[in-house]
């Protein structure tokens, strides 16, 4: 089954605008990573969060984790036309290597 | 670094013909998975290998086959191919010497079972 579910399932936001997107899990995790994924192309790794980290930074990426509320958010400042993209959380539990996937949430920024 | 690479990029088979999609990396990593990826679904692992000569099951094993004799290559191998098994494919590479890292992902195979 898979452990990560995005929220929501499609976005659709205006150039400049910010994005959020939501990933929940059931389990307990070692780290939780963001993938992107541009249509018709192989999976893009954007952030990877730690279990004992609350927030990471990079670029106009931000992640956060709530390891209570078993969730995280990834937050994309200032949009372009570029970002349009499907966005992946992938849980890592017991093994530090594999990867559980959740459904995506897929972004469209509007130019 | 070619990084991850996948051959074919796209694959039509018939009922019951067997194939191997290809995927090779040149990071040296040890660990290296197979996925497949449905419409409107995320990213499901078939199999893994966590280095040459060690292999297991992911979530949805089942209908294929894989070895790892090299660290460089993981191929998977579809034994009698159903139409269930139409998807994209990813092969994915990380290494295993720290404590958990990226995983770098190939083009993906396109394939389309008749």
Redesign the interface.
Known sequence: ??Q?EEDPQALSIQEGENATMNCSYKTSI??L?W?RQNS??????LI?I?SNEREKHSGRLRVTLDTSKKSSSLLITASRAADTASY?C?R?GGS?????????TLLTVNP | NAGVTQTPKFQVLKTGQSMTLQCAQDMNHEYMSWYRQDPGMGLRLIHYSVGAGITDQGEVPNGYNVSRSTTEDFPLRLLSAAPSQTSVYFCASTSTSGRGSEQFFGPGTRLTVL
């Open positions: 089954s898979q990560g070692n780290n990573q993938y018709g192309r192989g999976l893009v790794h990877l730690r992946f992938a890592s530090n290597y594999k990867l559980t996937f959740g459904k995506g």
